[in-house]
């Protein structure tokens, strides 16, 4: 995800690594409209991150890729469905995204999302 200029901000002026960490998270998670976020290993952070994107974007899909150890395995933990197997087994991570997410591999990829057409059809990779 492209961050649009003047997206950066200061906070305070107060040297707290936890709030500004927390405050730039909110900005995140409530700015944008996401449809899915996937956690990759971590630590502590992407537990952090998990719970603020379920509070932030309810009823959106949260993938943990076991596979990855890490953090992703307690955040699995504290979702209420069934995960696939694959987020465990599958290691072609670029497929199980596009897998994941509904994204076709034939879309072209673009700067921005302004950039990207609507109808999904005129997305798709075509001989030039």
Not at 43 to 60: C, T, V, W, Y
Not at 109 to 120: C, G, K, T
Request: aromatic share 8%; charged share 25%.
């Amino acid at each position: 995800m492209r961050w649009p200029a003047g997206w950066l901000s200061l906070n305070s002026g107060e040297n707290d690594r936890e709030k500004s960490l927390r405050h730039m998270r909110e900005r995140m998670f409530s700015e944008h409209n996401f449809s899915a976020a996937i956690f990759i290993g971590g630590m502590a952070g992407i537990i952090d991150e998990s719970e603020l994107f379920a509070q932030l974007q309810p009823g959106k899909d949260i993938i943990p890729v076991l596979s990855t150890g890490g953090a992703a395995l307690k955040i699995a933990k504290t979702i209420k469905k069934n995960l696939s197997v694959d987020l465990l087994n599958d290691l072609d991570y670029v497929q199980l995204f596009h897998r994941k997410l509904g994204v076709s591999a034939r879309e072209d990829r673009f700067p921005s999302p302004e950039a990207q057409p609507i109808d999904v059809e005129k997305r798709y990779w075509q001989p030039k």
